[in-house]
């Protein structure tokens, strides 16, 4: 099992799925607990899936953990027994901000909504993809991502972008 | 093309940027080692046969943390005879033997899936919404099921213990026995219950004891909450 291929990729696939564990669940220590859970289930069936799509696998868990409550039973595998990273480690003072702002704006979206706008905007699938991973209809994909944004545009913390003339 | 669609258009495009653009400041370093680790504890959740002390399954799993809170009406339980006076009759939970095992696809996991009646075959995903399963039948499941209750790990966390009645035990043999003999992924037993493959456990060798585990529970109460809601 441990031929180097599940720590290739690891190394190859953690950096993205963070990324979106963290737009998914808006805290720097939740996102990393629930990639470790991804990547451990993704090992606990490697030699099954590694021929497949083993990242679409690992997106699909992450994407789908707040589905009934994954956070409510974090620490089942008495996860991060590290010191937290730092959050805000101070890079450029507006990324930060403008980080901080996606994460706050996203939070005022429900599960399912943050599902749908990752899905069709960071990984691109169309809405009838989006539709088939996450088990809805195309039609309420679409009214989801409508509602989504119209909340993302109504969202303080976004004025400054939404309110930018297009360029 | 109305206003109203251009206005729509441009905030899609903005959200786009926005979380496309989106920099997810430092990430952290994986721990490989650890989550090898975890991978190896999910992957032992096990049906023990205890009787004999064998750990005969070994394999993967992972339901717990995506166990359904919503409860799931009781599947009638199998046509038996003669139900043991002990039974408890009607525990959802079912054993059934892997037909088919296959990545979620183009046909999508139902969000509140419906438990089959034990006597029909069934599809089902696994819980974290990953896998698709088509299952045979139930050999084992409701009034063989004497009782369910929960127990430390050994390793840490709770597991669910089934006892089987008499007539259980021997249809659980039964049905191990025959899993032994098979390939994967038809030598997987699956443990179904809410409509979702809980875990799918492969059988190395007859389990003869007429005791299951089903492991995984972070708290006493995480796994007393799964026994309420499959219970009649």
Redesign the interface.
């Known amino acids: 099992m441990?031929d180097g291929s599940?720590?290739r990729f690891?190394?190859e696939h953690?950096?993205s799925l963070?990324?979106t564990a963290?737009?998914m669940t808006g805290d720097?220590d939740t996102a990393?607990d629930l990639?470790?859970?991804a990547?451990?289930?993704?090992?606990?069936?490697?030699s099954?899936?590694r021929d497949?799509?083993p990242a679409?696998?690992a997106r699909?868990?992450v994407v789908?953990?707040h589905?009934?409550?994954?956070r409510r039973?974090?620490?089942?595998?008495?996860?991060v027994?590290?010191t937290?990273?730092?959050?805000?480690?101070p890079?450029a003072t507006g990324?930060?901000v403008?980080?901080d702002s996606?994460v706050r704006a996203l939070r005022a979206l429900t599960a399912r909504e943050r599902r749908v706008?990752?899905l069709r905007?960071?990984y691109d699938l169309s809405e009838a993809g989006t539709?088939?991973?996450?088990?809805?209809r195309v039609g309420t994909v679409k009214s989801t991502?409508?509602r989504?944004?119209?909340k993302?545009?109504a969202s303080a913390d976004?004025t400054a972008?939404?309110s930018e003339e297009?360029r | 093309m109305t206003d109203v669609d251009r206005d729509t258009d441009r905030d899609t495009d903005r959200v786009r940027a926005l979380l496309t653009g989106f920099d997810p400041g430092q990430v952290p370093a994986p721990d490989v080692a650890r989550i090898v680790a975890l991978g190896e504890r999910g992957a032992r959740w096990r049906v023990v046969d205890r009787a004999l002390a064998v750990a005969a399954v070994a394999a993967v799993v992972v339901a717990g943390v995506l166990l359904v809170v919503h409860r799931v009406s009781p599947a009638p339980g199998p046509v038996s005879p003669s139900p043991s006076p002990t039974a408890k009759a009607g525990y959802a939970v079912q054993f059934r033997p892997v037909l088919t095992e296959a990545p979620v696809g183009a046909t999508p996991c139902p969000t509140e899936p419906v438990q089959s009646p034990a006597a029909q075959p069934a599809t089902a995903c696994s819980a974290d919404a990953a896998l698709v399963y088509t299952l045979g039948p139930a050999a084992v499941s409701g009034d063989a099921i004497a009782t369910l209750r929960p127990e430390a790990s050994a390793g840490g966390g709770f597991e669910v213990v089934v006892d089987l009645t008499p007539t259980g035990s021997t249809a659980f043999a039964t049905l191990t026995t025959q899993l032994a003999t098979q390939q994967a992924p038809q030598n997987q037993l699956s443990i179904y219950a809410r409509g979702r493959v809980l875990s799918s456990p492969y059988v190395a060798s007859p389990i003869l004891g007429g005791v299951a585990q089903i492991g995984g529970f972070p708290t006493l109460a995480a796994a007393q909450d799964f026994i309420t809601a499959v219970s009649p």
């Not at chain 1, 990547?39 to 490697?46: H, I, K, M, N, T």
């Open positions: 441990t599940f720590e690891v190394q953690h950096p963070f990324r963290l737009l720097s990393q990639v470790q859970t990547l451990a289930r993704v090992y606990a069936r490697w099954r899936i497949e799509e679409a696998y699909r868990i789908n953990a589905r009934d409550g994954w039973n974090r620490g089942r595998e008495h996860l027994p590290e937290p990273e730092p959050v805000a480690a890079d990324r930060i403008e980080r996606v706008v990752v905007f960071v539709a088939a991973e996450l088990g809805m991502t409508h989504a944004i119209g993302l545009r976004l972008a939404f297009t």
